[in-house]
């Protein structure tokens, strides 16, 4: 049988049947066996591998008061999850306080104060705004995994680093959503965050080991260092810096694994040593656990450097 093609934009993710009639199409199309309903007037192309604000978009459109919040939102937003977090997939929709909360298929409703400012539109979807995320992961991260997320929200790199990175929201940005809200569930762990959360942390793993080493009460590294060469061009991005003793500390996380970034790691070790840094290459293994090793590296680093 013969089926209309899809509107590209259709065709692309998830849509509702809002939006299938204002393209045009008939209840008939809508229910041909091409098309998954994943939820009550949600439709899905089986052909489609959307993902992020295109596999969500239909939850926004089924109505104007909707949006996407918490984890929904973070993913968005690119927030770091692990463990359970990691394997929730539901969706987190959101409505202002005084309307009812969403409900259906895996949707996990909730009722906001969503001050002006709050909600935006990103690709095509409504969402929490990325520092309005950040307080409401606060009800329900751990307060590591929320300073990770923080530091996501605001890493940016400057032209001078091989891939510049501007920041979704800034420090301020987070403080002033934080302070606009003083009675939100989670609000003390978001004060907490707030203190510990730092600019140039590019994962998970390299904030986990940030704070391991401050808890181990060894001197804060220095984030976003840039080391230039002889010639004015930048030469070295260490992860983490102690700029003084010149010890570059340096994640190696699973992607370090492939032959050409091994080869590139053995170059930028050797630049390292050619301007007098000693560099401390750190693996995934090495920042975990109750006393993780990366504490007792660094701690012999800086030790022989005086």
């Known amino acids: 049988m013969h089926r209309a093609p899809l509107p590209p934009h259709l065709a692309a993710g998830s849509f509702s049947l809002r939006a299938a009639d204002k393209a045009g199409l008939t209840r008939t199309r809508t229910a041909a066996k091409d098309l998954v309903t994943v939820s009550r007037g949600i439709r899905v192309p089986l052909a489609s591998a ?22 929904s939102a973070g993913r ?11 394997a929730d997939w539901r969706i987190h929709l959101a409505r202002r306080r005084g309307a009812s909360p969403p409900r259906r298929a895996n949707v996990v409703g909730h009722l ?13 979807v ?9 307080l409401d992961l606060a009800s329900v991260l751990s307060l590591d995994e929320l300073v990770a997320a ?30 606009n809200h003083p009675g939100a569930r989670g609000v003390r762990a978001a004060r907490a965050a707030l203190e510990l959360i730092r600019v140039g942390a590019d994962s998970q793993p390299e904030t986990v080991m940030r704070l391991a080493l401050v808890r181990a009460g060894l001197p804060e590294p220095e984030l976003n260092y840039v080391l230039w060469g002889v010639h004015g061009a930048p030469v070295l991005w260490p992860d983490a810096a102690y700029v003084r003793r010149r010890i570059s500390v340096q994640y190696d996380g699973a992607g370090h694994g492939g032959p050409e970034q091994y080869l590139r790691d053995i170059r930028r070790e050797a630049v390292t040593r050619e301007y007098g840094w000693l560099e401390v290459r750190v693996s995934k293994d090495e ?11 660094v701690r012999a680093a800086l030790e022989s450097r005086g």
């Open 112 to 124: 906001l104060t969503l001050l002006p400012g709050e909600v935006v539109e990103y690709d095509g």
């Open 150 to 179: 923080g530091d996501s929200l605001v890493c940016a790199h400057g032209p001078e680093f091989p891939v510049p990175r501007q920041p979704l929201c800034t420090i301020a940005d987070l403080r002033a959503v934080v302070a």
């Open 76 to 86: 968005i937003w690119n927030v770091p999850f692990t463990g359970r977090h990691g």
């Open 287 to 297: 920042v975990t656990g109750e006393r993780p090793a990366v504490v007792c590296k």
């Open 50 to 71: 959307a993902v992020g604000a295109a596999a969500l978009r239909a939850y926004t459109d089924l109505d104007d008061t909707s949006v996407l919040a918490l984890g």
């Open 126 to 134: 409504r969402l929490t705004s990325p520092a309005r995320t950040f």
